[in-house]
């Protein structure tokens, strides 16, 4: 028995009492010619916005189910950007060009909003659900039953094949490696178990196809003593290029120390963003870096993308697991090598642990296309 409970210790991690929860669900719908044709009456060429009652029409539709099941935050998105959503105390949505990031606490923060461009007819258009209450990643499963409910009424009041609707769960802890170093006191305890596990707990099976995806960023800033260390000259042609090989050889070291196989470092001024692929790869996409990653990869490896003629004001690690980090445990063994290499790594750069931060941002992700049962 005692190694029962020395081996369940080792696969348990104790978080802040501050860190934070995020879940949001996303579906994905094709603007298709048919579905142009059903609501053709809706839409008019004549005007110098076009689609405008189109779009709301889908929005109201959408919005009328989550009020009728109860779902307080729906976003509906026909613009053709890339949404995030991140944890903030005020309730923002910043845009750019190419992003939609949703920012906002899921304690005190619901709305329903639309976000269209109506001069344009989109590729596609996304509905957003957003978690609310003081218990999100308890109520994970339930969330996720009730919006796929959603999902389905949605298809089938607009006419949309189910099967071609993509789903995916995003959830997410984020906190400050160094909190109890600050006086934060109290802690969370997390085995960091694989979705389809936490969700079978709650009696909710998920399609037997999906595509998981767990991995940690980190955020480490740049701030005015850790330029000084870099002793940067500008006269070089790529000023910044020896700081940044030294931060990715001292992280580099720091990961294989505790046997993680897939890290990469991003300073470009580029958001990195983390998907599943069958194909692996990593490509700029305007401001965009996307890193596509397949857990059944065991050796990944070691890669970053910086850029030395740049100076950034962030630099960001990210490790992504693969199927031999998942014990029957969790992802829980994962996180403590992420944290050890972590700490590691701030020894080096001699971190001031009362005052800077190392924030991690510990995601599970899965997609699958959605297949109604019978």
């Given at each position: 028995m005692a190694l029962t409970r020395k081996r369940s210790a080792q696969n348990k991690v104790y978080l802040p009492a501050s860190a934070r929860e995020n879940q949001y669900m996303l579906a994905r719908f094709n603007v298709t010619d048919e579905l142009v044709e059903k609501f053709a009456d809706k839409?008019?060429?004549?005007?110098?916005?076009?689609?405008?009652?189109?779009?709301?029409?889908?929005?109201e539709i959408f919005f009328k189910i989550t009020d009728d099941l109860g779902i307080e935050s729906g976003k509906f998105v026909a613009n053709d950007k890339f949404v995030r959503v991140r944890y903030c105390e005020e309730e923002i949505t910043p845009q750019t060009d190419q992003q939609i990031l949703f920012l906002y606490n899921p304690r005190y923060h619901n709305s329903q909003k639309m976000y269209f461009d109506a001069t344009k007819r989109a590729k596609k258009f996304r509905l957003i659900f957003l978690a609310n209450g003081d218990s999100v990643r308890l109520d994970a499963a339930k969330f996720h039953q009730k919006?796929?409910?959603?999902?389905?009424?949605f298809a089938e009041q607009v006419g949309i094949e189910k099967s071609r609707v993509r789903v995916c769960d995003h959830q997410h802890l984020t906190f400050d490696v160094f909190a109890k170093d600050k006086g934060i006191k109290g802690t969370q305890t997390h085995k960091f178990r694989a979705l389809s596990d936490?969700?079978?707990?709650?009696?909710?099976?998920?399609?037997?196809?999906?595509?998981p995806l767990t991995y940690a960023v980190v955020d480490m800033a740049v701030n005015r003593r850790i330029k000084q260390l870099a002793a940067i000259d500008k006269t070089q042609e790529q000023p910044y290029a020896e700081f940044y090989q030294k931060v990715t050889d001292t992280l580099f070291d720091a990961a294989k120390q505790q046997k993680l196989t897939n890290a990469a470092?991003?300073?470009?001024?580029?958001?990195?963003?983390?998907?599943?692929?069958?194909?692996?790869?990593?490509?700029?996409?305007?401001?965009?870096?996307r890193m596509e990653y397949n857990p059944a990869n065991n050796k990944s490896g070691f890669q970053f993308a910086w850029?030395?003629?740049?100076?950034?004001?962030?630099?960001?690690?990210?490790?992504v697991a693969t199927k031999e980090n998942r014990t029957n445990h969790g992802y829980g063994k994962f996180y403590s090598q992420i944290e050890n290499a972590l700490r590691t790594f701030a020894d080096k750069f001699e971190y001031v642990e009362e005052k800077e931060e190392l924030k991690v941002r510990f995601h599970q992700h899965l997609g699958y296309l959605f297949e109604p049962k019978a």
């Amino acid at each position: 028995m005692a190694l029962t409970r020395k081996r369940s210790a080792q696969n348990k991690v104790y978080l802040p009492a501050s860190a934070r929860e995020n879940q949001y669900m996303l579906a994905r719908f094709n603007v298709t010619d048919e579905l142009v044709e059903k609501f053709a009456d809706k839409i008019n060429n004549d005007s110098d916005k076009p689609y405008q009652q189109f779009y709301e029409t889908l929005a109201e539709i959408f919005f009328k189910i989550t009020d009728d099941l109860g779902i307080e935050s729906g976003k509906f998105v026909a613009n053709d950007k890339f949404v995030r959503v991140r944890y903030c105390e005020e309730e923002i949505t910043p845009q750019t060009d190419q992003q939609i990031l949703f920012l906002y606490n899921p304690r005190y923060h619901n709305s329903q909003k639309m976000y269209f461009d109506a001069t344009k007819r989109a590729k596609k258009f996304r509905l957003i659900f957003l978690a609310n209450g003081d218990s999100v990643r308890l109520d994970a499963a339930k969330f996720h039953q009730k919006v796929a409910k959603a999902i389905a009424l949605f298809a089938e009041q607009v006419g949309i094949e189910k099967s071609r609707v993509r789903v995916c769960d995003h959830q997410h802890l984020t906190f400050d490696v160094f909190a109890k170093d600050k006086g934060i006191k109290g802690t969370q305890t997390h085995k960091f178990r694989a979705l389809s596990d936490r969700y079978a707990v709650d009696n909710f099976d998920l399609p037997e196809r999906i595509e998981p995806l767990t991995y940690a960023v980190v955020d480490m800033a740049v701030n005015r003593r850790i330029k000084q260390l870099a002793a940067i000259d500008k006269t070089q042609e790529q000023p910044y290029a020896e700081f940044y090989q030294k931060v990715t050889d001292t992280l580099f070291d720091a990961a294989k120390q505790q046997k993680l196989t897939n890290a990469a470092v991003v300073a470009n001024c580029l958001v990195p963003i983390i998907r599943f692929s069958e194909e692996e790869k990593i490509f700029e996409d305007g401001e965009l870096l996307r890193m596509e990653y397949n857990p059944a990869n065991n050796k990944s490896g070691f890669q970053f993308a910086w850029d030395g003629t740049k100076q950034a004001n962030k630099i960001q690690f990210v490790f992504v697991a693969t199927k031999e980090n998942r014990t029957n445990h969790g992802y829980g063994k994962f996180y403590s090598q992420i944290e050890n290499a972590l700490r590691t790594f701030a020894d080096k750069f001699e971190y001031v642990e009362e005052k800077e931060e190392l924030k991690v941002r510990f995601h599970q992700h899965l997609g699958y296309l959605f297949e109604p049962k019978a």
